[in-house]
């Protein structure tokens, strides 16, 4: 068997992880996360380099896009050429970088996200602060590796004169890490970074006295000081970042909305899409156009806003809706060391401070070495002038070149470099003014080595050169802040008015549960008659309510639990329609129903009562305002025993007396004033004693000793009671009997129990829901005034096996809040 059909085993798993392990190293460490001392990914840093070892430098004329990427390609970055153009490109849009490192000419792209022409069309060179990343890299200051093909050298970073990572932020996804580091303003930074090496023990709150926060090209307002600090401190942190806009006023008494500069990283394009799809979609009310009309004068959006629009509502709801308003997530990686970490500002700061501690250094150190040889030279030059005939002599009497520096150096001890730099020496330098300059040289050769040696050997020193030459890129390259930062994070409110076109429309609910919102057009146009309504059949309308789209309405279950549920949520079906079951829009489970609805625009300052009557007697007040919520889940109403359920809820002021009426024809009449105003999931208290077998089935709210009771039995007999005969009591007593049942073999009966009663003022057309669905209707004018203990006259003639299992009130357009049946 050949050595080519020799194989190892070998496990997959182990294959594919030390495969994978290699490659995630590689785009880790040479492809997306920039190095914390430069703050540039490897494509940018060869894009530089191969520009500036090209001669293609800010006071050069520019040169092809395509010759920059073809050299860099070529020499050092072994990928694609798109990959590299799209490395220019973002380094030569102004609304990307901070500082742009590219100076493009032609077409580069846009904020609306319009692609760069192709790289044979457009021009670049490198701007003039890229300059500083690049400066004195001939010297010796960073160390250089070789290329892909080992037929160049590359720099393995730059010496970066500022702090680039910072000032120029990056954005990077890689194998398992991602980064994203904000722009920052350069003074600020520049200051934080003097002050942290003059004193390293800085706190963070201490640095953010010099640098405040994030500054983005496009400007905006920074909110969110807390997650600065904690990005700060961590590397990781939220802040939000919100358009800069104001409400202008125009003629006609109209508003706009002006945008004049947009969140980081919003595609503008996009942005003025999403708020036209807004107008279009009518998600907000008062929206007229939406204009872009940025140009040279720089960036503007305008929406213009119809008359009497809510401008300032208006606007809260775009910057919620939209990119108005972004959140920016610091995740500040880098590379140290060769291995990516994650970083707060010091550490960024600190690890650039040694980066340039050696950079200096090792300048100071070249430098030096230059200074030293010059020296020398210069030191042998003026010694062999002071002895200037010898050495003619001496070199006359020489050989040949290679003699005459064996002989100076054999007889007057000059080095080689020394005897070499004789034997170049030109005449005109023999006169006396050249021998002064040569003495002048030496002395001021002698000065910078001195100096360099201070340098390094004084690290105070070495602070204080670096501290000189980034004051110097301050003042030559700095900037004033272009975003604003506030420390809270402003709350975004939206009325539903904005959202919302307030219109008077018909809210119906049937006894089945189904509801719908109905146009007054619809209505009218349908002959403006309740018989109309559609509904399915067996079943009828229970309540008609006219309302405003923009009111809550609140739905009360027997079970206990209550919901909100804004109008206009509720589906716009026309008056024929069915509706939807309410099921559908609020999760009321299988084994409850509804007690009651009411309407309200706002009840946060609410004055009046909520009253619960239970089927167990118990009665509950609490404040209306208590009941406020913005969830649209349940919400607990009242505290209810295991065997009983909410039987009426009603609205009040307080100053009526409460009648509760029993299944077995007790009745019980008091003040409701002796129901103290209780928490929103208190039980209640006594309203009436019942025997084991009876239940309230009927409450209502009395006054003045005016009107009847009305009394209905479950076969559909009824009688009515002048309100004067029944004496008010004290809660929680027996009552007063106010039904006689007829009892015996040869008596027709007029029911066993009582279904139903009302408060009657004035006349009440009824209608009673026997067990099998059917409908029966009269009005109370055909009950007769009786005493407590008379047995009543039939109203409904039920036909036997059926029974009536409910009786209400027709309803009628009753009018908004304030006219509303259930208050009494």
């Not at 970042?241 to 202008?248: L, T």
């Not at 002395?443 to 501290?467: F, W």
């Amino acid at each position: 068997m050949s050595t080519l059909e020799e194989f190892l085993p070998a496990f997959l798993e182990e294959i594919v992880g030390d495969r994978f392990g290699r490659y995630s190293k590689y785009i880790i460490q040479d492809r997306a996360i920039p190095d914390v001392r430069d703050g540039l990914k490897p494509v940018q840093r060869r894009i530089l380099y191969a520009m500036y070892d090209a001669g293609n430098t800010p006071d050069k004329t520019y040169r092809k896009s395509a010759k920059t990427v073809g050299d860099v390609m070529g020499n050092y970055h072994p990928h694609g050429d798109s990959s590299i153009y799209e490395g220019m490109v973002r380094m030569a849009q102004p609304w990307k970088m901070a500082h742009p490192l590219i100076d493009g000419h032609g077409n580069w792209g846009s904020q609306d996200d319009d692609p760069a022409a192709a790289m044979r069309y457009t021009e670049a060179r490198l701007s003039p602060i890229a300059l500083e990343l690049l400066r004195d890299i001939e010297k010796r200051t960073v160390q250089f590796k070789d290329n892909f093909d080992n037929t160049t050298k590359e720099p393995v970073v730059l010496p970066a004169r500022y702090p680039n990572l910072l000032v120029n932020g990056v954005s990077g996804i890689s194998s398992g890490f991602a980064t994203d580091i904000p722009t920052h303003n350069l003074r600020e930074v520049i200051n934080g970074c003097i002050a942290l090496m003059e004193n390293p023990n800085l706190e963070i709150e201490q640095i953010m006295e010099h640098i405040k926060g994030p500054d983005f090209p496009t400007g905006g307002i920074i909110m969110g000081e807390q997650g600065i600090i904690d990005a700060y401190k961590s590397g990781k942190g939220r802040i939000y970042v919100r358009s800069v806009a104001e409400i202008e006023n125009v003629r006609g008494g109209k508003q706009q909305i002006v945008i004049t500069e947009i969140p980081y990283g919003v595609v503008k394009s996009r942005l003025v899409t999403a708020m036209e799809n807004i107008r279009l979609e009518r998600k907000v009310e008062g929206i007229a156009e939406v204009r872009d009309e940025s140009g040279r004068a720089g960036l503007r959006i305008v929406v213009e806003l119809r008359k009497d629009a809510d401008a300032k509502g208006i606007l809260a709801y775009l910057l919620k809706k939209t990119d108005l308003q972004v959140t920016y997530n610091f995740n500040m990686v880098a590379i140290v060391n060769k291995t990516p970490m994650q970083l707060g500002i010091k550490d960024i700061l600190l690890a650039y401070i040694n980066h340039q501690k050696e950079v200096i250094r090792f300048r100071t150190e070249y430098e030096l070495e230059k200074a030293e040889d010059r020296a020398h030279v210069v030191e042998g030059l003026v010694k062999a002038l002071q002895i200037l005939d010898e050495v003619i002599a001496t070199i006359k009497a020489s050989k040949n070149r290679l003699d005459a520096q064996n002989n100076l150096i054999k007889q007057f001890q000059f080095t080689e470099r020394q005897a070499d730099s004789i034997l170049t020496l030109q005449l005109y330098r023999l006169t006396n003014l050249e021998i002064t300059a040569l003495e002048k040289e030496f002395k001021e050769a002698m000065k910078r080595i001195a100096y360099y040696r201070s340098i390094l050997d004084s690290e105070k020193k070495l602070i204080g050169v670096i501290r000189t030459e980034l004051l110097e890129i301050k003042d030559k390259y700095g900037i004033d802040r272009r975003s604003s930062l506030r420390s809270e994070v402003e709350e975004l409110k939206v009325n539903v008015e904005v959202l919302v076109n307030a219109e008077d429309v018909l809210l119906t609910l049937s006894e089945e549960g189904y509801v719908k919102r109905t146009s007054m057009l619809s209505f009218t146009r349908s002959g403006g008659d309740i018989t109309t309504a559609g509904v399915k059949e067996g079943d009828v309308i229970r309540k008609l309510l006219e309302v405003n789209t923009l009111d809550q309405l609140y739905i009360f279950t027997k079970k206990g639990q209550y919901f909100m549920l804004p109008v206009h949520q509720i589906p716009d079906f026309k008056w024929k329609d069915i509706g939807t079951a309410i099921v559908n829009l609020v999760a009321i489970s299988k084994d409850d129903a509804i007690a009651e609805v009411f309407v309200a625009r706002s009840i946060q300052e609410a004055t009046e009562s909520i009253v619960f009557v239970t089927k167990r007697g118990q009665v509950k007040r609490s404040e209306l305002k208590d009941y406020y919520t913005t969830r649209s889940t349940a919400i607990a109403a009242c505290r209810l025993a295991a065997d009983d359920e909410i039987i009426k809820v009603v609205l009040s002021q307080g100053d009526k007396h409460i009648m509760l009426v029993t299944k077995a024809g007790m009745s019980i009449r008091f003040e409701e004033q002796e129901v103290n105003a209780m928490g929103r999931v208190a039980a209640g208290v006594r309203g009436i004693q019942l025997k084991d077998d009876d239940e309230v089935v009927a409450a209502e709210w009395v006054a003045n000793d005016e009107g009847e009771i009305l009394l209905i039995t479950e076969i559909g007999y009824g009688k009515r009671t002048l309100l004067l005969d029944y004496p008010v009591q004290g809660r929680g007593g027996r009552g007063v009997q106010t039904f006689q049942f007829k009892e015996g073999k040869r008596v027709r009966s007029n029911g066993s129990y009582i279904v139903a009663a009302f408060y009657c003022k004035e006349k009440l057309e009824l209608t009673a829901m026997t067990n099998e669905k059917e409908g029966l209707i009269n009005s109370s004018e055909k009950a007769p005034i009786e005493d407590h203990k008379s047995v009543g006259k039939l109203l409904f003639a039920v036909e036997k096996p059926q029974f009536i299992q409910t009786v209400f009130v027709q309803p009628s357009i009753v009018g908004k809040l304030d006219d509303q049946p259930e208050r009494p």
